[in-house]
């Protein structure tokens, strides 16, 4: 069966699936934050449950709108505090253990190939880079997966994504899913799995599949998922997983469509506003005047994002006025990037290091756009208004391009000033 | 929503495309969770002007892949808050579409129907029957209706309501 189809079946009790079927299938893992849990925990209570299905198996993370900007966020926080303490909620992420929650739970080790997650978040596709089939639900999905440990769903046709090659430089993961996108468009695999698959995936890093799965909500995929090969379960390996290698198979319904994508054929790639699916290579995107530039979040907040983002920054500053903001995405990215000496990097560069926060991406806080402005980020949407004011600009990258861009004050190809 | 309900009956408002959940209700609002609050903000993102031009039993029709972006169950509610009837739509980005039935928001997709209707049109919709009658241009569509699975739990009035009936 196709990777998603066989995981699906093994949690719905079935020998075989067919597209388009609906199923109720058992859940591993149910994951909200501080935005999607309020209203997951008042459906919740709804119920009259006595106690959630399984208290090892709900996670929660306070990373939207934390360390709190406002008395309601904290407020929100504070309802989402004494519904994880009265319920035991093992895995409930607050202060200092606080990560943006896709950069954290496979750092965790709460991840596993073959497994299904739901999260109050549409980026919970995320970890369909370790084989697992992850979805975003919204939060009376949460609620009713906290109380039965269960989810509806309607079985997913597929697309193949067939990878070959090896990236060029300055080119990752960010490149591979913005072209794919530009492809294919925002509903292009609308309700669908996109499967990646091919000798091309050799070349790309976990941290770099992470991006990858993380973006595939914006071609409107249910999901998206990677074969578990060697690189993966040495990752799985190092935090606590123990897991076998699994290809990605067709099975016999196959796939509704496939996507071949040459590696060497993907340059630096910028999504102009607003819509992640505009995206050209870097030498094609216009001169724009940057406000500000933000590297982090879900997407693009890992060890080896901030590493390329040293690289290309160090012994340079940031643009006279440009407001670099850099985001490691988890208390774990953070203290590596210390270790590594990035800070001194980022620092000596005129950056401003924040604590790991969805903040900025959603026009949360840490960094809000007033109108007009526009900024390149490495965030994952594009939309008028995402990042502020609904006439400020978003230009999507990844962390080398973005960096490049800090220094110049424009969008910038790196390899033009390295 | 309830496929077995009333008829609904009211003004039409004309989107495009991929209107977003940022677009519905941005991200700043998300700090509460009540409907009538978050429908005071109801497509701010796209119009500031929305909230005040939109009225109790009023129709949202939009184009291609409506409620894209986040998984934000506010957007929805959001729009049910602010009065909305009923939202007809080309296409629903899916979790929008999971969280309309899970909430009990009465959605119809149908590029056909979206076709046919114009800003300020006045429609009749009857989900239990099935059709859509568009009184201004006076033409009528039958739509087909939700698989079984799906209509058991909008007819319970949402995934909770399923729930709880056992």
């Known amino acids: 069966m196709s990777a998603t189809r066989k995981i699906l079946a093994e949690h719905s009790a079935k020998q075989q699936l067919k597209p388009g079927e609906f199923i109720e299938a058992t859940v591993d893992l149910v994951l909200s934050n501080d935005v999607t849990a309020p209203i997951a925990i008042k459906e ?13 198996k709900v996670v929660i993370v306070l990373d939207h709108f934390t360390p709190n900007r406002d008395i309601a966020s904290a407020e929100q926080c504070a309802m989402v505090r004494r519904f994880a303490r009265q319920y035991g909620v093992r895995h409930f992420y607050d202060c200092g253990e606080v990560g943006i929650e896709h ?11 073959a497994s299904v997650v739901i999260g109050g978040d549409s980026h919970t596709c995320t970890y369909g880079a370790l084989g697992a089939f992850a979805t975003g639900v919204g939060s009376t999905d949460v609620a009713a997966a906290m109380a039965t440990g ?3 769903m309607r079985v997913p046709e597929a697309i193949l994504v067939k990878v070959t090659g090896r990236f060029r430089r300055w080119a990752s993961g960010k490149d591979l899913i913005l072209y ?26 976990v941290d770099g599949r992470l991006t990858v799965a993380n973006m595939v909500i914006e071609a409107g995929a249910k999901n998206g998922i990677f074969p578990v090969d060697s690189r993966a379960v040495r990752y799985l390996a190092d935090v606590g997983v123990e897991a076998s290698e699994w290809p990605i198979e067709a099975d016999e ?18 999504a102009l506003p607003s819509l992640p699916s505009n995206a050209v290579a870097v030498g094609e995107a216009p001169d724009v005047r940057l406000d500000q530039v933000v590297i982090g979040s879900c997407t693009n907040g890992r060890m080896e994002d901030l590493r390329v983002a040293a690289r290309v920054l160090k012994g340079k500053k940031a643009a006279p006025g440009v407001r670099l903001i850099i985001i490691p995405g988890s208390p774990r990215v953070y203290r590596g990037a210390i270790k590594e000496g990035l800070f001194d990097i980022f620092l000596d560069a005129g950056a401003i290091i924040s604590p790991p926060t969805c903040g900025p991406c959603l026009g949360g806080h840490m960094g809000v756009l007033a109108a007009g402005e526009k900024a390149i980020s490495t965030t994952n949407r594009n939309f008028a208004g995402r990042m502020g004011h609904s006439e400020s ?6 962390p080398a391009v973005a960096a490049a861009s800090a220094v110049i004050g424009m969008i910038t190809d790196p390899g033009e000033i390295i | 929503m309830s496929t077995s309900g009333a008829p609904m009956e009211g003004n039409v408002h004309i989107l495009g495309d991929h209107v977003n959940t940022d677009a519905i209700i941005p991200a700043t609002y998300l700090v509460s969770s009540d409907p009538v609050e978050l429908g005071s903000h109801l497509m701010e993102g796209l119009d500031p002007d929305f909230p005040s031009r939109i009225k109790p039993g009023d129709i949202i029709v939009a184009g291609e892949n409506f409620g894209s972006g986040s998984s934000r169950e506010h957007a929805p509610l959001a729009i049910k808050g602010a009065g909305v009837a009923c939202v007809i739509a080309s296409s629903f980005a899916r979790i929008f579409f999971r969280n309309a039935v899970n909430v009990g928001l009465p959605i119809l997709e149908s590029p056909e129907v979206v076709e046919a209707i114009e800003e300020d049109d006045r429609l009749r919709v009857d989900l239990a029957a099935g059709t859509v009658e568009n009184l201004t241009a006076g033409v009528s569509f039958s739509v087909p209706p939700y698989p079984g699975f799906m209509r058991r739990i909008i007819d319970a009035g949402g995934l909770i309501d399923y729930l709880k009936k056992g």
Request: charged share 30%; hydrophobic share 40%; proline share 4%.
């Open chain 1, 44 to 56: 919740f209570e709804r119920l009259g449950r006595e106690r959630v299905f399984d208290a090892d």
């Open chain 1, 103 to 113: 950069v954290l739970l496979p750092e965790e080790g709460l991840i596993k190939p």
């Open chain 1, 150 to 152: 269960k989810v509806w």
């Open chain 1, 180 to 205: 794919l996108i530009g492809k294919i468009g925002v509903d292009g695999a609308a309700y669908r799995s996109l499967e990646f698959a091919g000798d091309g995936i050799d070349s790309l890093s």
């Open chain 1, 253 to 270: 319904y196959g796939y509704s469509g496939e996507v071949d994508i040459e590696l060497g054929d993907v340059e630096p790639q910028v």
């Open chain 1, 393 to 398: 600009e978003v230009y999507l990258s990844n």
